[in-house]
């Protein structure tokens, strides 16, 4: 996207020494980015090759996560959800970027932290049922099965220590009463609620699910969907899922809109309470910035002000202007009226 920026609407002058020796000051102590964040990815790419022709399946993400969220990563097909959450998992490498998870540095971890990493950092479900559960094990066994492999013994020494806790995780997931059942003696629903208590058997920081609730009905997606939400308010566990599921990116408070390879937007909900002590979900559509500053805006919105290859901007005190680029750009009597003309100070840019 190109911008000119109007001349007297640019940003504001620094108006002394003083004054650019703070801007510096405060820059300098700003926390590094995605410094108290469990996920960070920068700028991440990831390029496939297949016969010859190049794939960028990520161009430049950039995505925080923070511990303990519940959250829905969305976006049309071919857009780039698996093969970050791949790359996420320690699956897949990145191309180009910096992308870390609990301290884990993804692009430099060597083959030995890798594997610690994938058994004991992340648990993983995937939209295949069968995919998740070993069918020759019922569903208690298949949860042992990490801990057995896992080379962390805190907690989980004996036999006894590992079968208890698949009994409590089973349980908590409201699948208790499968424990002794293989996979093919289970529901859809089932095997996937008992393949989040497999993912959570070494008590990982984060669960990665790519399209959990994909081959199950409404209702039996809605009650998987309930056992994340268990496992992230009963353990803390930091949930990133990736759906089509509408009730399932509606019911988590933060939902990152991913489109070309990089996030283009987020839903941000939270409960608010009217004066009749009556609650409901607000909802906010927020643009992601990314960390060069580059803003995509809405086709529709572009469209409606016939915006093409450039725009006016003009910083406010509490906003930023985007003006269609016309010969005489028309003063914006709306924000006028609602600031008072006090709250321009600057000319207007000719
Ligand atoms: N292993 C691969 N080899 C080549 N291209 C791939 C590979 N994996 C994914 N892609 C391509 O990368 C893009 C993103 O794919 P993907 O991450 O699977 O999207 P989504 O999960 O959002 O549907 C697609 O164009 C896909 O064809
Ligand atoms: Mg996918």
């Known amino acids: 996207m190109t911008t000119t920026v109007g001349e007297t609407g640019g940003r504001a002058p620094v108006s002394s020494l003083a004054d650019l020796e703070r801007a510096v000051t405060e820059r300098r102590e700003r926390p590094a980015y995605g410094e108290d964040a469990l996920i960070s990815c920068d700028r991440l790419v990831r390029i496939f090759t297949a016969d010859g022709v190049e794939v960028q399946a990520l161009q430049g993400l950039d995505l925080l996560v923070g511990k303990g969220e519940l959250m829905a990563l969305v976006g049309a097909s071919g857009s780039g959800k698996s093969t970050l959450l791949n790359i996420l998992a320690g699956l897949d490498v990145p191309t180009a970027g910096a992308a870390s998870v609990g301290g884990y540095d993804l692009l430099a971890m060597d083959a030995k932290s890798r594997l610690r990493y994938r058994r004991d950092v992340v648990g993983f479900v995937w939209q295949q049922t069968a995919r998740n559960l070993l069918p020759y094990l019922t569903a208690a066994q298949n949860v042992v099965l990490p801990m057995q492999l896992s080379g962390r013994t805190e907690g989980l020494r004996t036999k006894r220590q590992r079968a208890a806790r698949a009994t409590e995780l089973l349980g908590m997931l409201g699948v208790g009463y499968c424990h002794d059942r293989h996979p093919g003696q289970?529901?859809?629903?089932?095997?996937?609620?008992?393949?989040?208590?497999?993912?959570?058997?070494?008590?990982?920081?984060?669960?990665?699910?790519?399209?959990?609730?994909?081959?199950?009905?409404?209702?039996?997606?809605?009650?998987?969907?309930?056992?994340?939400?268990?496992?992230?308010?009963?353990?803390?566990?930091?949930?990133?899922?990736?759906?089509?599921?509408?009730?399932?990116?509606?019911?988590?408070?933060?939902?990152?809109?991913?489109?070309?390879?990089?996030?283009?937007?987020?839903?941000?909900?939270?409960?608010?309470?009217?004066?009749?002590?009556?609650?409901?979900?607000?909802?906010?559509?927020?643009?992601?910035?990314?960390?060069?500053?580059?803003?995509?805006?809405?086709?529709?919105?572009?469209?409606?002000?016939?915006?093409?290859?450039?725009?006016?901007?003009?910083?406010?005190?509490?906003?930023?202007?985007?003006?269609?680029?016309?010969?005489?750009?028309?003063?914006?009597?709306?924000?006028?009226?609602?600031e008072g003309p006090e709250a321009r100070e600057a000319p207007e840019a000719e």
């Open 186 to 338: 289970m529901s859809g629903g089932e095997q996937q609620r008992a393949a989040i208590a497999v993912a959570l058997a070494n008590n990982p920081a984060v669960i990665l699910a790519d399209e959990p609730t994909g081959e199950l009905d409404s209702a039996t997606g809605e009650q998987v969907f309930a056992s994340f939400r268990t496992a992230n308010e009963e353990l803390g566990t930091t949930v990133v899922v990736v759906t089509h599921d509408h009730a399932v990116a509606n019911a988590v408070r933060r939902t990152v809109a991913i489109r070309d390879g990089r996030t283009a937007s987020e839903v941000v909900r939270h409960t608010e309470v009217d004066e009749h002590g009556q609650e409901s979900v607000v909802a906010r559509e927020y643009a992601t910035v990314d960390r060069a500053g580059r803003l995509q805006l809405p086709r529709d919105y572009t469209d409606a002000l016939a915006i093409e290859s450039r725009v006016l901007l003009e910083l406010e005190p509490d906003h930023i202007g985007v003006w269609p680029d016309r010969p005489k750009p028309a003063r914006p009597e709306t924000a006028e009226a609602q």
